[in-house]
């Protein structure tokens, strides 16, 4: 099911009794969610990602705006006519009923043509149970299941009603390091064999980048960038989506062009053709560096970490904008500095560097 935002504003009114402007939750956001694709919408807490996926369930109403489900206006239908699946941040699961219960729920509320006999019910949640994995906790209570297991439990509500739409607001938020780990890759797989359509709302950028076919990146009510999760992070359209995503961050420095040449400081490190002489912000992804006897930048050598597969090389750097003026680089183990000198020079990836206008944020394309 194509799943179609156009134009979808949400404004809140200010309560204050003092005046004041009223909050414009998202503003004019427009998307087209491809048939059968599971989308990420990400960005920091507060940019509006719940909002839009309340407005899509018909939890919220749009301030302005229309929400198609194919060629379907639902804008104006109730929740339950819209055929969506919905799961929570917190599980929200009825602690007084067992695991069938809970599944077979939302199927005791059909009415019409739609009405289920209690043998058939029990049979589709079974399905349902089997695909999500938890067929053998069918008696047992939420609170006899661990938090993974909770949540796949209300994954299979969700998806017993077979929705035109499934919306997964914060799912994995409460699942420690590992269970979120292996929770999100079962949800990958569930999408992938169901094939519904899925939004997957997450201030986590790990976990946008590695299931989503799409990831949009959201700030303040606003649509920042959209795109498949490798390309949007080798090519971010402005600071802030350069900014948020990546771990270690991208490194930021007071960089200049001149006479097509870009300079950290009084090093030359690489061409930029086009771009005009002034001032610039560089962004350098911390596997951008080479390690290089004559590399063109040099840095003061803080310490070097052996990661195992990788090493990381700590430096500083006067132009750079980081904290403390620390370099964060990744390189691979056999190309790591001796740790007891002073210095480590490198050079870098043009691949893995992006200028903004260091005014307005906006991509300086080279």
Known sequence: MKLVLDHITKVFPNRNKKGGPDKVAVDDFTLEV????????????????????????????PTSGRVFFGDDDVTNLPPELRGVGLVFQNYALYPHLNVLQNITFPLENLRGERKMTKEAMRETAYEVAKLVQIETYMERKPAQLSGGQQQRVAIARALVKRPRVLLLDEPLSNLDARLRLQTRE????????????TLFVTHDQDEAMSISDLIVVMEE????????PQEVYDDPNCLFVAKFLGTPQINLFRGSVRSGRLFLGDAAVLDAPGVKDGPVTVGVR?????VEEDGALECALSRVEVMGRD???LATHP?????????????????????????VRFNLKPRKVTLFDPETGERIVF
């Open 34 to 61: 491809p048939d059968g694709t599971l989308v990420a919408l990400l960005g920091p807490s507060g940019c509006g990602k719940s909002t839009t996926l309340n407005m899509i369930s018909g939890l919220l109403e």
């Open 186 to 197: 079962e949800i990958r797989r569930i999408q992938r064999e169901t094939k519904i359509t």
């Open 221 to 228: 009510g606003a649509v920042r960038q959209v795109g498949k």
């Open 286 to 290: 911390p596997e951008g560096f080479y």
């Open 311 to 313: 090493t990381s090389v």
């Open 319 to 343: 132009a750079c904008d980081n904290v403390g003026n620390l370099i964060r680089s990744i390189v691979p183990a056999e190309y790591k500095p001796d740790a007891a000198r002073e210095t």
